[in-house]
């Protein structure tokens, strides 16, 4: 069992930056690969970023590719999800999620363990 707690939400002006942070409980961190997703009103969920269990292959979404980074570090049993140059459209509540594949995946399916999510609001 992996419990996830994201922080690190807020309201931002456009063309500024977050960083969001998920902790993860457990002395497994390190066995399982990380993702964030995010979900506007009315919108499915989708995939924003993903990152192997090692940290050493990542992914992202088309809509965040050069303007979010993802990383993690396992000693602290974190992912995070830089956001650079945010835009209305990225106004949502983000979620990081856990799955136990060895494979990066951007289907909400795979993932085994949520987090509550946090609301990311981008003012235009």
């Known amino acids: 069992q992996v419990q996830l707690v994201e922080s690190g939400g807020g309201l931002v002006q456009a063309g500024g930056s977050l960083r969001l942070s998920c902790a993860a409980s457990?002395?497994?961190?390190?066995?399982?690969?990380m993702g964030w997703f995010r979900q506007a009103p009315g919108k499915e969920r989708e995939f924003v970023a993903a990152?192997?269990?090692?940290?050493?292959?990542?992914h992202y979404a088309e809509s965040v590719k050069g303007r979010f980074t993802i990383s993690r570090d396992n000693a602290k049993n974190t992912v995070y999800l830089q956001m650079n140059s945010l835009k209305p459209e990225d106004s949502a509540v983000y979620y990081c999620?856990?799955?136990?594949?060895?494979?990066?995946?951007?289907?909400?399916?795979?993932?085994?363990?949520w987090g509550q999510g946090t609301q990311v609001t981008v003012s235009s």
């Open positions: 990152i192997a269990r090692n940290g050493g292959n990542t």
């Open positions: 457990g002395r497994t961190f390190s066995s399982y690969g």
């Open positions: 999620a856990a799955d136990r594949s060895i494979f990066i995946s951007t289907n909400t399916r795979e993932y085994d363990y």
